[in-house]
């Protein structure tokens, strides 16, 4: 039977006895058996003898099944080691069967004087790493010697096999010396593995320039192993000087391989993702440069991800970058695989449109990259969604607090919209929503394009696709642009669509008359219009809110305590009494 087989039996067999389950270790012990060219190793038995003492806890295996045994073990050419003499042993013992531990001990020591002591060199390097693995080292050393003087003769499978258990290079040198053989690659390898895996990051180091010094050419998973411990596998985040360390060493293990034509650059795609990653988590600033030439590098050799890794690099280089056009640039360098194709489904073009959006959001340069985004995507065959231009509209909406200060803000501002409104009006797979035209109009009107923004309430009006936030926003543009007579002429108008105002409406139509300077009206629509609305059980009703919002104005042209009066007066239940506001003007 193949290593690789017997070691699957062994794994199997452990796995059962960890879970009681000795019948299945006896009933495929038979199937082992007899099924050529299956072959058992000597763990094998000596996990089969164990279960098979557990079969039956009221007595002991007969001896004539263990003799049987035992001479399958000389059949198969097993070495006849002492671990199994201990088990068997104890397992009468511990039965108090005093005669057939006798018996068998007997029986197994003259079948291991015909066989000679310990000659199978695979059972030698099994015994042997069993016991490195438990960190037995002097034991091995003894058993080592033992087996000298009986003829093994190491080779250099023997210090593969210690390596799988070896965690720094002094204890490789170490065996190297004892065993006389000269550790190959894959010994190293093992080393390197095993180190990183213990978060040992100097071990690693360590044992890697060990292994150049050695003349060894590391292989995609070496250096992998040595950038997962300065990278991945640490208490705390790696430092600038430690990333750029990693850097190093990979750009020195690029030098080395580049000239051995069996390379495939594909294999080194988790060292380039590692120190991606680990500058991408860093943000520091000035290991962004070394993140692009990675990224570069990469492109130029053909390196393909996958979709899912293609998008978490996206992401996180592009919140890396310092600014939009430098995301842009990393995005153009992700957004399609080596065939052409587009490695980004809807969900990451939606991702990486956020990503822009919430890290890079200066109008100007944003707003071109953000659309040309949005055309990639759409030629990838993903149609786009209003909610991908309501999103930045929100954003430009937001992006200029005091519009009236900055004339040449404001104009750099309306262009931007304008932009998005022309992307939205030549798309052909949108179908815009109420929401996204609420967004246009609300933006045009905070960057004081009144005409713009009441453009897309004519239309919303006519079509009858506006909703109580449209009306919010028409009545809002009317009071910031001083439009009165328009802001009378839009609530006659929707009164007579029989367009039912809600409690917001109501709310927004007050503020617009006291931005407009007309709190006589203002205070009629709460104590009259809203009260007579209520008494008609609509959901509508005077709140302190409201009134607060024209206290608020009469404070400012110092009426403060004769429309207090008057609301109170009209609605008393209020309490406006108790609403404080700022001092009435002189």
Known sequence: MCETSVQRWNVFFEHCLFRGQYQQVWTWMHYILKTPPLSPSRKTFYLFFQAVFFLDSTKPPPFRVIRKYIESMKRHDVAFGDEILQVLVEGYNRMDAKDEARQVKELYLSARVGQGVLVNPEACNEQLATLVAAGEDDKAERELKRMLSSGFAPTPKTLDAFAEHIRNSDALLHWESALNVTASRSAWSSVLRNSAEENTAGATLAAYRTMLERRHVPSPSDIFSVLEALCNNRVSPPTDDEIHR?????????????????????????????????????????????????????????????????????????????????????????????????????TGFETVLGIFLTVHPNHESLTPIYLEIVSDMQHAGYPSTPAVYTRLLRILRNVLPSPEEDLIARGALASSIVQVHNAISIDATLAPDTTLWNALMDAYQHALCFSEAFRVWEMLFVSQRFDPASVDVVLGACARGGFGARAKDTVVRLHKLGYPFDQQNWTSWVACLCGLGQLEEATNVLCVAMVQEAEQGKDVRPTKGIAEVILKAAAEKGELEEIRGRIHASIPDLKVDEIAVGDSAS
């Open 246 to 346: 990693a850097v190093k060493l990979f750009d020195e293990y690029v030098s080395i391989t580049s000239s051995d034509a069996t390379r495939n650059p594909q294999d080194d795609f988790p060292s380039y993702d590692i120190l991606l990653r680990t500058i991408c988590n860093s943000r520091k600033s000035t290991l962004y440069s070394v993140a692009v030439r990675l990224l570069e590098e990469m492109r130029r050799l053909g390196i393909v991800e996958d979709r899912q890794g293609s998008q978490s690099l996206d992401d996180g280089l592009i919140r890396f970058a310092p600014n939009a056009s430098a995301a842009y640039k990393v995005y153009k360098l992700l957004y399609k695989s080596q065939d052409g194709a587009p490695s980004l489904d809807a």
